[in-house]
């Protein structure tokens, strides 16, 4: 509050001081060289594609359970679109499912975008063996890593949502980052020639800029919340959609994978007043926006996961509330 107060009491309202001490501070603490600071996600990706040169008619790579939003990106822009899935059995992104949707495709995706859905980090290694720029948006993947390789590090660009409900947010907008100097120069340039319209503003970037130095704390808590309720689930015959191999998820959410009806489960958390969400409804599969049968893991999970709150505003009442309920869902 003391953050915004200020940037209200200094008159700074548009892109500034605010919003330049916000990315800078945001490249320290994510270990990147270059970023943008810009009004929403929608315009990161468009920027990020814009990047890597695209051309209207090449084919981009992307998951199933992305957020509905990349398709009017890339249908705004022209592009064409080639789906693949997460794995069999759980919800981590399967490079196996897409080297079979490349191996069947007419043309040849140019790009792969990497949405770590639930903040569950795939294999680095197997979809950087595709030899294909990759974007990541870790925006739900924030604080994870998978063996040594941290989120939003996968890919040449990176997006950091900063939208309601993030791991950080500054009450809307997003971070693009450059890996290496090379992109880290194609968004120098890119940012030279945007309007300050889309840019983020100070107000935003003070919020952010205060939910940035507890970063850290914020996310040791969500870790505790979320230990807890796993407990409670691992007594039900439900099951939480876990990240493969070594490593620690992002801890966006606690995603679980229900044995019953989604509606059953839901009326009983509301009944309990706890508020819950279905996991994909917003998403590419969720809006019908994915051919018929492409992408079955994805539909699975679309159908019957549920997700409850691990944001450090829970508090200890309210977090022992919830894991009774995960422990008695229907």
């Known amino acids: 509050m003391d953050s915004v107060l200020n940037c209200l009491v200094t008159d700074s309202i548009g892109p500034g001081d605010y919003t330049d001490r916000f990315l800078k501070a945001s490249r320290e603490v994510l270990s990147f060289d270059y970023g943008m600071a810009l009004r929403s996600p929608y315009l990161a990706l468009g920027l990020a594609l814009e ?3 695209l051309q209207p008619g090449d084919v981009v790579a992307l998951p199933a359970l992305s957020p509905a939003y990349y398709g009017r990106v890339l249908s705004e822009k022209g592009y064409a679109t080639l789906f693949f899935d997460v794995q069999a059995d759980g919800a981590t992104l399967s490079a196996s499912s897409l080297e079979g949707s490349i191996g069947q495709a007419e043309k040849k995706p140019r790009v792969i975008l990497l949405f770590e859905a639930l903040g569950l980090i795939p294999d680095p290694e ?11 948006d870790m925006s739900q993947a924030l604080g994870g890593y998978r063996g040594e390789t941290k989120a939003g590090s996968i890919g040449q660009l990176s997006i950091l949502g900063l939208e309601s409900g993030g791991l950080v947010t500054a009450g809307g907008g997003a971070l693009l980052f450059a890996k290496g100097k090379r992109e880290g120069a194609v968004l120098r340039n890119l940012h030279e020639k945007i309007e300050p319209e889309l840019r983020m503003t100070d107000y935003n970037a003070a919020l952010g800029f205060a939910q940035l130095r507890e970063l850290e704390a914020n996310i040791q808590k969500r870790r505790d919340i979320y230990a807890g309720f796993a407990q409670a689930v691992a007594r039900t015959r439900h099951r939480l959609l876990l990240q493969e191999g070594e490593g620690e998820c992002g801890y966006w959410a606690l995603p679980v994978a229900l044995d019953s009806g989604m509606k059953d489960a839901s009326a009983y958390a ?3 007043e706890i508020e819950t969400e279905t996991a994909f409804e917003s998403s590419l599969m969720g809006k019908g926006l994915v051919p018929e049968g492409s992408c ?5 999970l679309l159908l019957r996961t549920l997700l409850f709150p691990v944001h450090q505003r829970v508090g200890t009442t309210g977090a022992q509330k919830i894991a009774r309920v995960l422990a008695t869902l229907p």
């Open 51 to 53: 990047a890597l040169g």
């Open 126 to 136: 197997a979809f950087k063996a595709f030899g294909l720029p990759i974007i990541e």
């Open 270 to 272: 509301k009944k309990k």
């Open 296 to 300: 079955p893991n994805s539909r699975s």
